[in-house]
């Protein structure tokens, strides 16, 4: 046998062999996830409230950042072969102002990741919130997903009703935990709106200034 006649088989033989272990690749990672969310159930009692041309507005103070953070919401559009008419997602669209950072909020309170919070920055609400009520105590985590080890945790329990701002408000004791430290906060949340109205923590603090709703100055 000529060596190119070889040469061709083995170039042969060498592209099905990757070829087959790419398709084993692909076959066991499709579908794979790093991470495993594990949640208690939820009875959702409302769905997520603000529209496209809201906005709510943030006094945020912590170690790093002290000021303004504004949120608005809008409609995603999706990609579309008729230019001449746009399609949207069945989400809320919100962004931070100022910031190149979206996600888009389905009618259940999630984007994708869980019911414990929204991706990225997004601390205005959590899903778990759509469930708030005086019976409420939930608890969910992220697990790894090849030693089932806990990356985070967070735990929520009903302390008291409130008014705050001139708002009916339901308020909160969250553990919030990573791998790094375990943190404990409180959070108003609005018993209508079920957006957050303050929360506090050892270093951080926020509370809502303005929104799409009525507020009135607190009383000292």
Known sequence: MAKSEMLLIFLASAGLFLALLVFSFLSFTSGFRPTLISEAPLNKSAEFSPMPGDGLAYS?????????????FGRKILPSTNLSQRIYANCTLAVIEGLNSSTCINPDGTDGNGNAGLAGGFFFFS???LAASENLSWNGSVLNSIDRSELDFL?????????????????????????????????????????????????????LIQGYFPLQPQAE
Do not use: C, H, Q
Not at 60 to 72: E, I, K, M, Q, R
Not at 168 to 194: C, G, H, I, M, P
């Open 60 to 72: 945020y103070a912590s170690p790093d950042f002290n000021g303004t953070v504004v949120f608005l």
């Open 127 to 129: 899903p778990w919130m």
């Open 155 to 207: 735990s929520v329990a009903f302390d008291k009703r409130e008014v705050y701002k001139g708002r009916a408000a339901l308020v909160f004791n969250l553990t919030v935990r990573d791998l790094f430290k375990e943190t404990r906060k409180r959070v108003w949340v609005d018993s209508s709106e079920r957006i957050v109205l303050k929360e506090e923590s050892e270093n951080e603090s926020m509370e």
